[in-house]
Nanobody, 124 residues
């Protein structure tokens, strides 16, 4: 079992930045791929970014390329999402997820454990 706790969400103006954190506990963290997803009201959960267990391979969704960066610190059992140049359309609840596999994917169903989410609101 893996427990995930997200933090760092909040209200920010368009063009601003936020850094989300996701702390993992419960099982060995460093062998798992990690991902960030988001869900806006009335919409399906959307892939944002993923990172391999080593941190050497990252994969960003088309809507955030060049603006968001995923990273991880296995010593701290934490994955991060640095979000720059935020837009109102980035407003959503952001979730981190763990995949019991070393390979990154963009599919919700491939991830086994999820956090409770953190709200990000970008005002225009």
């Amino acid at each position: 079992q893996v427990q995930l706790v997200e933090s760092g969400g909040g209200l920010v103006q368009a063009g601003g930045s936020l850094r989300l954190s996701c702390a993992a506990s419960g099982r060995t963290f460093r062998s798992y791929a990690m991902g960030w997803f988001r869900q806006a009201p009335g919409k399906e959960r959307e892939f944002v970014a993923a990172i391999s267990w080593s941190g050497r391979i990252t994969y960003d969704g088309d809507s955030v390329k060049g603006r968001f960066t995923i990273s991880r610190d296995n010593a701290k059992n934490t994955v991060y999402l640095q979000m720059n140049s935020l837009k109102p359309e980035d407003t959503a609840v952001y979730y981190c997820a763990v995949r019991s596999n070393t390979i990154t994917t963009m599919y919700v169903d491939d991830y086994d454990y999820w956090g409770q989410g953190t709200q990000v609101t970008v005002s225009s």
